[in-house]
């Protein structure tokens, strides 16, 4: 299993609406997506950070989610935000 958690971090308020105007479709193509096991992309108390919890079967499953998101509608819209992830692979 790979699993994915961290932050998304706005430097502005154009960010962050840019987040909130792209995150339903975002999660709801991710979490349809081939070996995606959990996928979740919460609010925090700063309206400017967002918790990323992701998993996923196996390698593949995270790489292939990984292509896709990056040529999304979502990517494009968030490409300036921070992303301060942490990426473990846990298991065989």
Avoid: K
């Avoid at 960010?15 to 070996?35: C, F, K, M, T």
């Avoid at 609010?43 to 499953?61: C, G, H, Q, Y």
């Amino acid at each position: 299993m790979i699993r994915l958690r961290g932050q998304l971090i706005c430097v502005s308020e154009d960010e962050a609406q840019a987040v909130r105007a792209n995150l339903d479709a975002h999660i709801r193509l991710s979490q349809a997506g081939p070996g995606c096991l959990a996928f979740d992309i919460a609010p925090t108390d700063d309206p400017l950070v967002w918790e990323v919890m992701e998993s996923f079967r196996d390698r593949a499953a995270f790489d292939a989610h990984q292509a896709r998101t990056r040529e999304s509608a979502w990517f494009a819209a968030t490409r300036s935000a921070l992303r301060a992830f942490r990426v473990e692979e846990i298991g065989d």
